[in-house]
């Protein structure tokens, strides 16, 4: 008999294609391998076998009836009748139509053979850690698709729990545990390793219930963790755990994935790399400057230094010194065997912006797009770039290959991938059911975290966790523009290093871009009619020099009255004037970021960009704007400084004008008022002194905050790693975080995307690519505050008005039910 692997691959056939792929990504990742061994004294035959024991019987429950019947189903709705094998043309037998098998995973019986045959190795070869009865190899199968967590097989433990005819029901015996073992021994023997015999009965004693037992080693797993905590007598076990199991479900996986789409089409093998020597990709670069006018490409010194770095480093430098270029030369360098480059940003901005330049360079079969729109990003390139008016913009819909390349980026398969910061901290609370996967590519890459000065407390305690487990495999560079000593030490010290591995452009640290004015007095959104005439005649003044103005609120609140302050004046009738903030749904958002791209084939006054703008924190990181005036609301230093890096960002002789004013009493809850204070009083000092502050004396100032502050001391991360360790302790390291205890213990943190009520009437019968365009952020806290009763399972609603000028606001009862938390939503 020839039993069904695929719906149109046999079992033999597809379990060897998986084999394959696996030969290949453990060649390319021995280095990595070959580390974990070293670290933690595993034997790394032992280790072999384990992955090997996963790939040979991570689909042993697929002859069973029940798996068997339901492909030919498939088949059958297609006409198929005859089925034969794509890879080797044999016909695959049918199942008996008439014989009723119950629904049943095949990873609960794939998982407990690979377990039996996991304690045959550890009693023959040792086990694979001194970690007593965790079987690494039982939770890599029984997670390979579904997560991992008490609530997985609850159908079949209902249904069969006790049954002593649980095999029966579902088609299982020794016929199909034969054609198993056979394929299994072959695949043993191309390694060279003897597979001990094993009967149905040896694994299937007593007729034990095999969901039973199943479960109860899931159920089981944060007591067993407990039990080698209390043995071992140190937390870093968990660490041990986690990288361990990340390694070898990351090979099971991406091993399964290829080889059902691999062998067949070669086109998509996911494990290729980057060959590229760092000359060659400067090359790359000076191509793409040069189509920029006027421009010369030269690398510069700065570049070079971060491109000799060997391991781990810190790089600071101002805007316009090219860091983005000089991280990918040093990660061209850095990266291992395993060849991955990941690419981390604070936010979907500049996340989108630095995967185009990526794909620039490496091509777009090479880069990959991680973040949570980042599936409807792909979808409105294609329909904004190629004969879009073929594309009706009511019925989004993706292509094959469009959802082809999803699944590539969600699982971090390409060599090159940016993402999002919060995709990656994600995995040190085990956030989603590809955490594992996910860790495991990223071993033996180079990792670029860009912006570092944008993580507060609860960032850095997840950074942490993250560093901590990848330091030793992964090389890691921080970048920042500003970036205090205290910083660099807390940084150093997660890398595990006392070295002096930073790396600063100090060739700009003389100049200066801008003139700085401090109002003592007032605060930005005007609080009588005679500041607000007084706020209107300046800007009006601005603009009337042909001065494009760069408008910077704390609050959403405060950008949205102030635009609105703006539209009401005569002489700003005709001006252009927009309002960008995080709270305008994708689409709008969408079309104000195009609207704010810059166009590199013309000069700074030939750009489109708005006369005005009025902004939240939305513009410090990832928009490209070169704006003549900013007037910005206080806040601590460094956000006063990457804001004040929107103008004259290319440092014409023309000095731009900021305008720092008091801080808003609603950003006291986000930015402490006793920073922002001391921030202020430190810049008026400063600028009383000289008003063009140069690049030195803003790092001086920046060093002078932070003068005696611990990082490690901040209240917020202490809270987050208590409850990183209380989460440890409770799922038993690696358990997926059920989506309810992720809301529970992450509430204050946590976002959610909605869609406000006032759209959802009008797109709540479009497919859901259209819905994802409506889609906004939220904190999950906010979103419970103000749940519509339209929310079904699929897509949270919100009582939230909407229009596409100012984005969303709320009616006074809904300001009242969130309290204090409405000024802040959404800086």
């Known amino acids: 008999m020839v039993y069904f692997g695929k719906p149109n691959q046999c079992y033999t056939c597809h379990v060897e294609a998986v084999y394959k792929s696996w030969k290949k990504s453990y060649d390319k990742r021995k280095e990595v391998i070959e580390l974990l061994c070293e670290r933690y004294g595993y034997s790394p035959e032992r280790f072999k076998i384990a992955s090997l024991l996963t790939v040979a019987f991570h689909d042993a429950g697929k002859t069973s009836l029940t798996f068997q019947k339901t492909m030919a189903e498939l088949n059958y709705k297609k006409n198929n009748f005859n089925v034969f094998c794509d890879t080797c043309n044999n016909e695959i037998s049918l199942p008996n139509s008439d014989y009723q098998a119950e629904p049943y995973r095949h990873e609960i019986i794939s998982s407990i053979a690979t377990s039996y045959f996991s304690s045959l190795f550890d009693e023959s070869v040792g086990k694979l850690g001194t970690e007593n009865n965790f079987s690494y190899e039982f939770f890599a199968v029984v997670g390979h698709h579904k997560p991992v967590n008490p609530d997985v097989f609850r159908r079949e433990f209902d249904r069969l729990y006790d049954d002593p005819n649980e095999m029966k029901r579902v088609g299982y015996g020794i016929n199909e545990w034969n054609y198993v073992m056979e394929v299994a021994k072959s695949i043993f023997e191309k390694e060279g390793i003897e597979l001990p015999e094993v009967e149905w009965q040896d694994i299937f004693k007593n007729g034990m219930s095999i969901i039973g037992n199943v479960k109860d080693r899931i159920d089981t797993l944060p007591l067993v963790v407990q039990d080698i905590l209390s043995e071992e007598g140190d937390t870093s076990i968990i660490g041990q755990i986690r990288e361990t199991f990340s390694l070898l479900k990351s090979l099971l996986v991406a091993s399964d994935w290829e080889g059902s789409y691999w062998i067949t089409s070669p086109e998509n093998e996911i494990h290729n790399t980057i060959n590229l020597s760092t000359d060659d990709f400067w090359e790359r670069v000076k191509t793409e400057v040069k189509k920029q006018p006027d421009v010369i490409f030269k690398v510069k010194d700065f570049q070079r230094e971060l491109a000799d770095i060997s391991g781990h480093g810190i790089a600071i430098a101002p805007t316009g010194s090219g860091k983005t270029e000089g991280a990918i030369a040093w990660a061209l360098k850095n990266k291992s065997l395993n060849g991955k480059i990941l690419y981390v940003l604070p936010n979907q901005v500049l996340t989108n912006s630095i995967y185009e330049r990526m794909v620039k360079y490496f091509g777009e079969e090479n880069v990959g797009l991680l973040?949570?729109?980042?599936?409807?990003?792909?979808?409105?390139n294609r329909t904004d770039n190629y004969e879009s008016e073929q594309f009706d913009k009511n019925e989004l819909t993706p292509t094959d290959k469009e959802k082809y390349s999803h699944l590539l980026n969600r699982m971090m398969f390409r060599p090159i991938m940016v993402t999002t910061v919060d995709q990656?901290?994600?995995?040190?609370?085990?956030?989603?059911?590809?955490?594992?996967?996910?860790?495991?590519e990223i071993f033996g890459g180079a990792i670029i975290f860009d912006e570092v000065h944008a993580y507060d407390g609860h960032m850095l305690a997840l950074l942490e966790r993250i560093t901590r487990e990848l330091r030793y495999y992964s090389k890691m560079l921080f970048m920042s523009a500003t970036m205090p000593e205290n910083l660099i030490y807390f940084i150093s010290k997660l890398l595990g290093t006392e070295k002096n591995i930073r790396v600063q452009d100090t060739t700009l640290l003389d100049e200066s871009r801008n003139i700085f004015h401090v109002n003592t007095i007032s605060k930005l959104l005007p609080e009588n009619e005679k500041q607000t005439e007084l706020l209107m005649k300046n800007i009006e003044n601005f603009v009337e020099n042909n001065k494009r103005v760069l408008i910077v609120c704390n609050t959403v609140k405060t950008a949205q009255q102030i635009y609105e302050m703006l539209k009401t004046k005569d002489y700003f009738e005709n001006k252009n004037i927009m309002c960008f903030h995080s709270r305008f749904i994708s689409h709008d958002r969408r079309e104000k970021e195009k609207k704010l791209e810059k166009d590199k084939s013309k000069d700074k006054k030939e750009q489109s960009w708005p006369h005005i703008l009025v902004a939240t924190q939305v513009v410090e990181c990832g928009v490209d704007l070169d704006y003549d005036v900013l007037l910005t609301d206080g806040a601590p230093l460094e956000a006063i400084i990457q804001r004040a890096g929107r103008v004259n960002r290319e440092r014409s002789k023309e000095k731009g004008?900021?305008?720092?004013?008091?801080?808003?009493?609603?950003?006291?809850?986000?930015?402490?008022?006793?920073?922002?204070?001391?921030?202020?009083?430190?810049?008026?000092?400063?600028v009383s002194l000289n008003p063009a502050l140069t690049e030195k004396d803003l790092n001086h100032m920046i060093e002078n905050i932070y003068k005696g502050r611990k990082f490690d001391d901040d209240l917020r991360y202490l809270n987050t790693r208590q409850v990183l360790e209380e989460v440890m302790y409770d799922i038993g390291a690696i358990q997926d975080l059920p989506e309810t205890d992720l809301h529970t213990r992450f509430v204050t943190y946590?976002?959610?995307?909605?869609?406000?009520?006032?759209?959802?009437?009008?797109?709540?019968?479009?497919?859901?690519?259209?819905?994802?365009?409506?889609l906004l952020k939220m904190p999950l806290w906010a979103y419970l505050h103000a749940k519509s009763d339209k929310s079904n399972d699929k897509w949270k609603v919100m009582k939230m008005n909407y229009n596409s000028e100012i984005g969303g606001t709320f009616e006074e009862?809904?300001?009242?039910?969130?309290?204090?938390?409405?000024?802040?939503?959404?800086c």
């Open 371 to 380: 973040h949570s729109s980042a599936f409807l990003y792909q979808i409105l």
């Open 750 to 774: 946590k976002t959610v995307e909605v869609v406000p009520e006032d759209c959802w009437t009008k797109i709540n019968n479009k497919n859901q690519f259209v819905i994802m365009e409506h």
């Open 424 to 440: 990656l901290l994600a995995l040190a609370f085990n956030g989603n059911k590809r955490w594992s996967v996910l860790m495991g």
């Open 813 to 826: 009862n809904i300001k009242n039910k969130l309290g204090k938390g409405y000024d802040t939503l959404f």
């Open 657 to 686: 004008e900021i305008y720092v004013f008091q801080q808003d009493e609603a950003s006291e809850n986000f930015y402490p008022p006793e920073i922002t204070k001391k921030a202020l009083n430190i810049l008026q000092d400063q």
